[in-house]
């Protein structure tokens, strides 16, 4: 299955039409000094609006699958109560248009823009965070499950809750440890009542997570304390939220590192989480190499390689992609998806022919599509592909400075310009192959 992938907030704009509530993102990109250049999602690429066109070029390339995610705002202005329908008009009318250009739907529940009044009473650090998430998955698949045929819960816990709840380098911009990890653990019951209401209506479709990932690697392979180092960066990073799904039980690397401080299994959470899923979904884009270190983050500190690396300055390491394919094939033992897969660089300007010269993207996905070739023959259960993204768009909190789509968007006049990749990745599915 060859698409691509998107975000809400990052690609739809007009955040708060037809009466659509306020996320959490909304109000963070509109904080002094939070994002680079004073950007926001206002209108990012118009998505909103504009669907039809973006429909229309992913016909022209010949995806035969899209992968968006639907804002709960949209749905709950706060977060409960009544439905919007006028949100859940504009996805009825996305996923129509992309039905009727026989492209398949795969939606995301949660893709990061949880709505501002859920937030101002706790957001995922409160209990009741997980029915609530509930009901609004139960309102999505009662509209849409008729037609949508691929879930995916919830898109990177890991990087939300710790980068949002930990660092505050995200939305909601909260500092504190401890709540990262209550917020993971009411992450995870909200992702196991939600499966439980998708199996309540009997859809013949499948549903999953995604989480990030990277390969975890030691800087000597032949030092057994950096070979330790890198499993317990990897219990931590790809590990912290699969394996309560699939094993009802935290990484040993996690109940070490936090002790106490990681909230209780009991056994009605262990019966939650590991309501059976169809799927796991994996965003690679890069590695990290570890070296044993008694001062570092889970006793641990990251070494530089060198050799190239993107404009979000992560290295290009395609068999990366690979190990980690083969890692949760063997430890899962789930069907998988490549939910994201992509390369951002700088402004990139259409040239004399019309199009964007992006031979180095164009290269990097070719060298990590080599490597789901080699996963499915070392017998990798890969069902599909969704390279990131389809069309340049809000990274988060760089702004609009960071380009990944294969098709260019101008922010001023939203015109829409496939890339040299745009046309590689159209002959990439004609011929069902690299």
């Known amino acids: 299955m060859w698409g691509t992938a998107s975000a809400s907030y990052q690609i739809e704009g007009s955040p708060l039409a037809d009466g659509a509530g306020t996320s959490i993102w909304h109000t963070f990109a509109h904080q002094s000094g939070t994002i680079t250049g004073g950007d926001n999602g206002d209108v990012a690429c118009d998505h909103y609006r504009r669907f039809r066109q973006d429909v229309a070029i992913m016909r022209g390339l010949g995806l035969g699958a899209y992968r968006f995610s639907i804002a709960w705002p949209r749905l709950f202005p706060s977060g409960r109560g009544a439905v919007n329908t006028a949100g859940l008009a504009f996805y009825d009318r996305l996923i129509d248009a992309l039905l009727e250009v026989d492209i398949t739907p795969m939606a995301t529940l949660y893709h990061w823009d949880l709505p501002q009044a859920l937030e101002d009473q706790g957001g995922w650090t409160c209990a009741d965070i997980a029915e609530r998430f509930a009901d609004y998955s139960d309102t999505a698949f009662a509209a849409f499950a008729d037609r949508v045929p691929l879930w995916i819960t919830f898109n990177e816990p890991a990087m939300f809750t710790w980068l949002g709840y930990a660092i505050g380098a ?49 800087a000597d392979p032949d030092d057994p304390r950096d070979v330790k180092a890198a499993a317990r960066s990897r219990g931590f990073n790809n590990e912290w939220f699969v394996d309560p799904i699939v094993f009802g039980t935290y990484p040993v690397a996690m109940c070490d590192q936090f002790g106490e401080s990681l909230p209780d299994i009991d056994t009605a959470d262990r019966a939650l989480f590991t309501t059976p899923v169809d799927f796991i979904g994996v965003n690679y884009y890069t590695r990290t190499i570890v070296r044993d270190d008694e001062n570092g983050f889970f006793k641990t500190r990251t070494c530089r390689a060198p050799g190239a690396y993107t404009a979000m300055d992560w290295e290009v390491y395609p068999a990366g992609l690979w190990l980690v394919l083969k890692e949760f094939h063997e430890r899962y033992g789930l069907p998988l998806y490549v939910t994201e897969n992509g390369a951002g660089f700088e402004e990139e300007t259409i040239g004399p022919q019309g199009r964007v010269e992006d031979v180095e993207r164009l290269r990097y996905l070719q060298s990590h599509l080599e490597m789901c070739h080699r996963a499915i023959a070392d017998g990798v259960d890969l069902r599909g592909y969704m390279l990131w993204s389809l069309i340049d768009n809000f990274e988060w909190t760089f702004g609009f400075s960071k380009r990944f789509g294969i098709v260019h968007c101008d922010f001023q006049t939203q015109v829409r310009t496939p890339k040299l990749s745009a046309l590689w990745y159209q002959r990439v599915i004609e011929e069902n192959g690299i």
């Open 170 to 218: 995200h939305a909601p911009g909260r500092s504190n440890f401890g709540e990262a990890l209550r917020a993971g653990h009411n992450v995870l019951r909200a992702h196991g009542l939600a499966v439980e209401r998708f199996r309540q209506h009997e859809s013949a479709g499948s549903i999953g997570i995604t989480v990030s990932v990277q390969a975890h690697m030691p």
